[in-house]
DNA sequence: CTAGGGTTAG
């Protein structure tokens, strides 16, 4: 790292780098703490490079501090930091983050002309991502077909996010419409596609259906990923069926992909609800391997259905092994004596 | 170099 780059506040922590403190600070949710970087920053040159700033601007969307992010990137030219449709993008995403959709298209009319920046096919999708996050299906809808106009062709991505949004809002046949409309313009779909239209079978409980489509992603040449199978998981815990759970848990696991927390909220309670203490337990000591945080409380019950088993010893191992973890649980054996 | 799925004891 240049030395210019460094920053005074974290050096002593042996970390000169910007991007890492700012990270840092973002993981921290200290905000007022990336806005004194920038303040010191100016007068270095890291700033002037757009992809930094591009990552601030991201940040304060994270922050949902969208006037902070704007700032800084009408700020930019004072910076001697050039702006590409990138950072109008970046600019995009963070309206998003913040949930400031009506700015939008206040964007869009302003910015472009005035800076001599094409939007292209990302710009887009971002415009029609807000639309579909702010209720307007239609108008996402319609945006799809205005963009060809301008010479813009719509992409897997753009389909999916409509795809998303019209089996969230239940409008299946129009969900179904637009797989039909990829087939003509030749947009292939990819496992996104096939996970979203997995949640539209299970939002509508056709079980079956999702099981066989399921099999039809494996049939064709797809690797199921951890989105597949904790939507599968999802719709057992949904039915109340541990078996059937435990058997999606058991193939996520054996075809590679790591449980998330998720996996672990659903399905602990579930082999609770179901007194498979021993399966709660195993899951447990996953999780805790794995380094996944699991409620506390969610601990708890598992260790007080063990003593209730009589599975003692069990019980103690699992409270050892929890406060000993990186996450300290703080559990306790519910012996009267 | 960006953009697109979700779940939870919240």
């Known amino acids: ?101 009506d700015k939008i298209g206040e964007l869009f009319r302003e910015l472009p002309a005035k800076l001599e920046i094409e939007p292209n096919v990302v710009s887009y999708n971002l415009a029609i991502k807000a639309l579909c996050k702010a209720g307007s ?60 239209r997995l949640r539209g079978l299970i939002k509508v409980n056709e079980v079956s259906k999702a099981i066989q489509f399921f099999e039809e992603i494996v049939k064709k040449g797809f690797k199921p990923d951890k989105f597949s199978y904790n939507t599968m998981i999802t719709m057992c815990v949904d039915e109340g069926n541990l078996e059937e759970a435990k058997m999606w848990y058991q193939k996520m696991v054996q075809n590679g992909c790591l449980p998330v927390d998720a996996t672990f909220h659903m399905l602990i309670p579930l082999a609770c609800d179901a007194k498979k203490f021993e399966f709660a337990l195993h899951l447990c000591k996953k999780a805790i391997e794995a380094q996944v945080l699991v409620y506390r409380e969610i601990m708890q019950r598992v260790i007080d ?33």
């Open 1 to 101: 790292m240049k030395e210019s780059s460094k920053c005074p506040k974290f050096r002593r922590e042996g970390r000169g780098d910007y991007e890492l403190a700012v990270h840092r600070l973002a993981r921290a949710k200290h905000f007022s703490g990336i806005e004194e970087i920038i303040e010191h920053q100016k007068h270095y040159p890291d700033i002037r490079h757009e992809p930094f700033a591009r990552l601030l601007i991201l940040l304060y969307g994270k922050a949902r501090m969208f006037d902070h992010a704007r700032k800084l990137f009408d700020e930019m030219p004072q910076l001697n930091c050039q702006r590409s449709v990138f950072t109008f993008n970046a600019l995009l995403e963070s309206c998003i983050r913040s949930e400031r959709y």
């Open 137 to 196: 299906l239609d108008s996402a809808l319609l945006l799809m077909d205005v963009i060809e106009k301008h010479g813009i062709k719509p992409n897997i991505v753009t389909c999916n996010t409509l795809l998303n949004a019209l089996y969230g809002s239940q409008r299946f046949s129009e969900a179904e419409n637009l797989w039909i409309v990829m087939e003509t313009r030749n947009i292939v779909p990819d496992l996104c596609s096939y996970n979203i």
């Open 305 to 337: 259905g063990l003593v209730e088993h009589s599975e003692i010893e069990n019980a103690k191992e699992l409270v050892k092994l929890a406060k000993s973890c990186n996450f300290h649980y703080e559990l306790w054996l519910p012996l009267h004596s």
